[in-house]
């Protein structure tokens, strides 16, 4: 399956950084840099880094839950070939789709920089609300089960806020972006999940 290929790939690009500061310096999203040195590569690049053990298990974690899930239906739906290359670009363009604001917003800030493949794993997240709808989601420190469209929806307003109040060297726009690339993406290629999603909202209600 690609999501353990993707798994493997990032945490292979990933650990070593974690030691060669170099190499992490390199590879990192710096819109400033990029955008002086016209190094487009950072686009891709700084979805395979990740700070710590930590950020990496996490991103790794939340991919293995849902991509497989997103795969699966892809798969299913519209046939192996068809659904795995769906996915793949569904993962592969969030990184660039979920950075483009960020890198707009910031490509004069030298002390701007960002890494990790949370963007990417945000729309695995929000692809997997559009195809199942139906499901229960819970935050991983508050396990109480919450509707997957509420749930999403909480989740891009908390990102919307946050990315603009807080404070904790988190780029929560890049979360708020990639989350809505995914939803998109899964509509366009599967306008059946639209009256699903209207469904499963009036079974909440």
């Given at each position: 399956?690609l999501?353990?290929?993707?798994?493997?790939i990032?945490c292979?690009?990933?650990i070593?950084?974690?030691q060669?500061?170099?190499?992490?310096s390199?590879?990192?999203?710096?819109p400033s840099?990029?955008?002086?040195?016209k190094?487009w590569y950072?686009?891709?690049?700084?979805?395979?880094?990740?700070?710590?053990?930590?950020h990496?298990?996490?991103?790794m974690?939340?991919l293995?839950?849902?991509?497989?899930?997103v795969?699966?239906?892809?798969?299913?739906t519209?046939g192996?070939?068809?659904?795995?290359?769906y996915?793949?670009?569904l993962y592969f363009?969030s990184?660039?789709?979920?950075?483009?604001?960020?890198?707009e917003?910031?490509?004069?800030?030298?002390?701007?920089n960002?890494?990790g493949?949370s963007?990417?794993?945000s729309?695995?997240?929000?692809s997997?609300?559009?195809?199942?709808p139906?499901m229960?989601l819970?935050?991983?420190?508050i396990p109480i089960?919450i509707?997957?469209p509420i749930f999403?929806?909480l989740?891009l307003l908390?990102?919307?806020?946050a990315?603009?109040?807080?404070?904790?060297?988190?780029?929560?726009d890049?979360?708020?972006?990639?989350?809505?690339?995914?939803?998109?993406?899964?509509?366009?290629?599967?306008?059946?999940?639209?009256p699903q999603?209207?469904?499963?909202?009036?079974?909440?209600?």
């Open positions: 399956m999501t353990y290929l993707i798994i493997a990032t292979l690009a990933s070593p950084a974690f060669n500061r170099e190499l992490f390199k590879m990192l999203f710096n840099i990029i955008h002086s040195n190094e950072r686009f891709l690049t700084h979805a395979l880094l990740h700070s710590d053990w930590m990496l298990g996490m991103n974690y939340v293995y839950m849902f991509g497989g899930m795969e699966t239906i892809f798969t299913n519209l192996i070939a068809k659904g795995e290359t996915f793949f670009l363009i990184i660039f789709a979920s950075v483009i604001p960020s890198y917003k910031h490509k004069n800030d030298y002390y701007y960002a890494v493949a963007g990417a794993v729309a695995v997240v929000f997997a609300i559009l195809l199942n139906f229960s819970s935050l991983m420190f089960p509707p997957a999403g929806v989740y908390y990102c919307r806020y990315a603009s109040h807080a404070q904790d060297n988190v780029a929560h890049v979360h708020y972006w990639g989350s809505l690339f995914g939803a998109l993406f899964t509509i366009v290629i599967l306008p059946s999940t639209i999603l209207i469904e499963a909202v009036k079974n909440i209600f």
